[in-house]
RNA sequence: GCGCCCGUAGCUCAGUGGAUAGAGCGCCUGCCUCCGGAGCAGGAAGUCGCAAGUUCGAAUCUUGCCGGGCGCGCCA
């Protein structure tokens, strides 16, 4: 996928950086050095300049010299080769070298974000991969719970992500629509539906009973069909849930299907996935069972696919449902697991192996617990007294975008602690609602911006040029905004890299926070001076864009303004 | 016992080799004749679990220990 031109611009201003210090840089240390491995950040220390670059340091013991002197020799040289482009460079601490931009340099870098308007920061991958993302796959046994929640937030967020980032992206839900469990729910269902207690071992939840009071003479149905019934009623009310908290799947996979003879009539792709790793000569047997070998690949042991009495397992299906997307051709499996499959790991990866899969293109993403907190006590969850909050429930508790937003603005390896009391008590003055607020302010300021200086402002999207010609100097707030909006293409790329949508909440609140102090200290709406207006309606536009894109990435609403909302009632006199 | 994840401010957590470790919430002090105060400025608050090691440099990498979570079925 070719990346959008103006986010090449950008990045070739990024880009240029590079080529100039590593040519200097390769001159003063008498070493090759490719550009692409030269350091650039921003610095997060005010007067550590807009970007530095720790090439001297990293260079010094191979080239045999002194970080200072070295940094000092590339410095001198980049002055000379930038002009103007550089308002100062000057070496720093151990060795670093600090670099502020120019006037002209800021101006460039805004014109591309500007340019390239909702596109800014996407398309940077650097080959396209088919990705398929498997994730929530909750048994349609039970509703789905908190940490389906979170599974299905970080799940779609990440699909985004890397959707964004260029990557060709399917998200799939595997519905385990077969065996035991299913059959279990059946018999519970009937118990119900005759007004029986649920046998030991079946589901309690209150959702029983309301299956089996809405299929028709449930009492007089077979076990097996009200399973298929309940199954198909659960999957409905999955798909609803999912889609009402904004996740959309491309594809629901029947674990059922896998059993079930091939359409010419054939083995089913579970006999036939079997067949493949006997053939790999991967399985043996033993006590009347059939075990894959998983222990040579590091598992902590075999695992059994036919059992003694000839049933296959659902490691057994798992098996096959990976060969299957193995064989559509994708170039990368990943799978969102939750806490308690990270003992799955070693089987996972050895069954892929067992089949002949590179296990570099199997990624297995371990969710770690959300515990769910009200007014400072832990909620306690029981599946088996049937007591759940649900993802309807915290949607319906806090609303879908706080919901997203507290599930997704933590790393997903680390359990986090939600307080639904909290996160609905305060949500005035929650960071989602801070990021939302800089956006319908970006929204709202752009409307009282004159006409013509809007005109120059959206002429942008066409013509990124124009603001080059602008002659007004930059200021502090000014220049924090672009140098921020600036990161968003790495951040986008770092983040879908690592599978870590977080850091694009993370990123989301600091372009806000910059925003803010913009809109504080720069006067928008009627600014005086040639072209500052313009500039600054085009310095908004960029923010609102960018905004809206990481909160689109994160699946949170960007809303062009903010409902007033009336003071909460003064604590009733009662 | 073995395996995976985590230990950073009062709380919830960012920060996967760089400079004086950050944010939100909470707490304290200020700021509404000014583009939306759902806001802004400032302040108090930290042995980055402990100890060694690697390096010019470690919250970050290695090892050991301590503490917490989760998992170790011919269940799904």
Redesign the pocket.
Known sequence: MPADPATDAALSIDARLRDAIAARASAAAGLEVDPATV?L?L???A???DQ?T?IA??L??RAGKN?RELATQITEGLAEDLGDRLAKIEV???????LTFGDPLLREALAAVAGAGRAWGGGTAALTERVNVEFVSA?P?GPMHIGHARNAAYGDATARLMAFHGHEVEREYYV?D?????KNLGVSISARARGEEVPEGGYQGEYVTELAESIPGAAEQSVEELSALGVEAMLERARRTLDRFGVHFDRFFS?RSLHEPAADGGPSALDRALEIVKGNGELIE????W?LQTEKRGD??D??VI???G?P???A?DLAYMRDKHDRGYDRQLLVLG????????RMRAAFEAFGGDPEHLELL?M??V?L?ANGEPVKMSKRAGQFVTLDDLVDFVGVDAARWYLL???H???????VE?ARK??????V??VQ?AH??C???L???SSSARALADGLATDPAVLLGLAAPIEDAERALILRLGEFPTEVA?AA??R?P??IA?YA??L??TF????????????EGDGVEAW?AALTLATRDTLATALELLGVSA???????DEEPAAEAA
Not at 92 to 98: D, K, M, Y
Not at 178 to 182: L, Y
Not at 286 to 289: E, H
Request: hydrophobic share 30%; charged share 30%; glycine share 8%.
């Open positions: 350091a950040t610095p997060k220390q007067g550590h300049g530095a720790n340091m990293v010094a013991k970080p720093a601490g151990p060795g670093f070298i600090n048994n046994t385990n077969f065996g035991s469990q299913v674990e033993r006590d009347g069972a075990w902590d042991k695992r059994v059992r003694a009495t049933e397992t659902y490691y299906s806490a308690d499959h990270h003992g799955y790991i070693g371990i770690q617990l515990n907190v603005q933590r790393s390896d680390t359990a986090v602690e939600l307080d909290l305060e949500s005035s003055e929650n960071p609602y801070y607020y319908a302010r929204c709202s300021v409307d009282r911006v770092v890299d690592r870590a977080h850091r993370t609140l600091e806000s926070q803010t102090a913009f809109y504080r200290d720069c006067k928008i709406a009627g600014a600054r809303p062009e303004r903010m409902e007033r909302r």
